[in-house]
């Protein structure tokens, strides 16, 4: 036989061997499997929510547990159970969210000092927030500086821990949960 030609009579195969076709379920579902055999290596599912618009909202802290409230007309950290408006209906602006008082009617935003407060009647610039999630859970809250985004976080004024936008990059912003209600 030469090797550039082929034999126009093939050959009979020869093969006896068995072909054994496996049946596959026309879809699978990761939540079927045993641990041993996780898709994901047993990575920890997170059961951190993102706020979304036509939601309301707890918005706490995930390191101390305190949550944001209005209270007397300010702004403050706390913890929960202390009478005072904690719940935060989130809203949508031009891509923005916004963080809507449900007792006050009023947006949180910020003053011209960078400090957080809820008395805007209209959710515009100073009132805008972007969430950023963070791999290890929780998110961080940003508002709007000119060009930027500044993290929310705490700034000490004469002694007295408020919150405010401190400052763009880094780590130095308060990692948040939404707790839907």
């Known amino acids: 036989m030469v090797l550039n030609q082929v034999d126009p009579k093939p050959s009979p195969d020869r093969d006896n061997s068995t072909a054994y076709t496996a049946i596959t379920p026309p879809e699978t579902v990761a939540a079927d499997l045993p641990d041993d055999d996780d898709p994901l290596g047993g990575a920890e599912r997170s059961s951190f929510l993102v706020p979304c618009p036509n939601s309301t909202f707890i918005i706490r802290s995930v390191s101390s547990g305190d949550v944001i409230m209005l209270l007397d007309g300010q702004i403050v950290l706390t913890q929960p159970g202390v009478r005072g408006s ?6 949508e602006t031009k891509g923005w969210l916004g ?9 949180l935003g910020h003053d011209a000092k960078g400090r957080l407060h809820c008395s805007a009647e209209r959710h515009q610039g100073w009132e805008y927030f972007c969430v950023r999630m963070r791999p290890e859970g929780g998110c961080v809250l940003l ?6 985004l500044w993290h929310v976080g705490i700034k000490v004024e004469q002694g007295v821990e408020k919150l405010a936008k401190i400052g763009d990059g880094g780590s130095d912003g308060i990692v948040w949960e939404f707790v839907k209600v």
């Open 99 to 107: 963080f809507r008082n449900i007792v006050s009617g009023k947006f």
């Open 86 to 91: 904690t719940h935060w209906a989130c809203v």
């Open 143 to 148: 508002m709007t500086h000119y060009e930027r």
